[in-house]
């Protein structure tokens, strides 16, 4: 194996050299300097967040009014971060007289207008009794047709 050799004298220091001093132990901060555990990774990033701002994504109000027992006005107004994201809209409904079931009335006119002259429209009519439901959805953009669904239940 190998020669293992034990002394209880160390064994004489090299010429100019100094013996390091042994290491001190460290002192202690009174209180109102330690610095305590301020808790967990968790702990600290909710600490950290609830510090971020909240940012402005915008407000949305809604104003319905109803004119009569068929007759209803809306105003929508959008207001966002940017003049992209902000909007406003008019809107209209009527409610016709003619209960084809339980909270269905024929017929149901829809319809929006913005500032930009885009329109939309949706009517919902019951035009005879073996025809369930007969859908119209009409949407103009800048005073030009933009596009026309139909749908007819039978």
Known sequence: MGNVQASSNLPPL??????????????KLPPENRIENPGSVEELHKKCKELFPMTFEGIR?????????HFFVSHSLLIGATS???????????VGTNQVGPGDFSPLLIGDIDPRGNISTNVNVQPWDN????????????????????????
């Open 14 to 27: 090299p010429p100019n050299m100094t013996p390091i001093p042994p290491p001190t132990t460290p002192q």
């Open 61 to 69: 109000l809604v104003i319905n009014k109803g004119l009569s027992n």
């Open 84 to 94: 992209q994201t902000s909007n406003y809209k008019f809107g209209s409904t009527f």
């Open 131 to 154: 025809v369930k439901n007969q859908n119209l959805i009409l949407s103009f953009k800048s005073f030009k047709t933009n596009g026309v669904q139909t749908t007819a239940e039978i």
